[in-house]
């Protein structure tokens, strides 16, 4: 069992800026995969953004250009830095890692991030 601990949500002002972070507890060589998914009431979870293990990135049209997402080897944490934040972002944000053997998905307990003036 893979537990992950998120941090960093919270309340923000349009065109401002958050820091989310992931911590797996799982070795970085049996990590697939590590990204961001969020979720509004009533709608699907979507995929914000990801980073398998070859290194190449993957964004949702809405963020790219806004949101970076990056990862820490050494800690098995993967982080999604978020600037211009607009009001339709606000969401409730996971953490979705896939582990290695059998491409498990574990998630995030989520973490409310919104955007309001």
């Known amino acids: 069992q893979v537990q992950l601990v998120e941090s960093g949500g919270g309340l923000v002002q349009p065109g401002g800026s958050l820091r989310l972070s992931c911590a797996a507890s799982?070795?970085?060589?049996?990590?697939?995969?590590m990204g961001w998914y969020r979720q509004t009431p009533g709608k699907q979870r979507e995929l914000v953004a990801a980073?398998?293990?070859?290194?190449?990135?993957n964004y949702a049209d809405s963020v790219k250009g806004r949101f970076t997402i990056s990862r820490d080897n050494a800690k098995s944490t993967v982080y999604l830095q978020m600037n211009s934040l607009k009001s339709e972002d606000t969401a409730v944000y996971y953490c979705n890692v896939i582990v290695r053997p059998g491409n498990i998905n574990y998630w995030g307990q989520g973490t409310q991030v919104t955007v309001s003036s």
């Open positions: 980073m398998p293990s070859g290194g190449f990135t």
């Open positions: 799982a070795s970085i060589f049996s990590i697939a995969a």
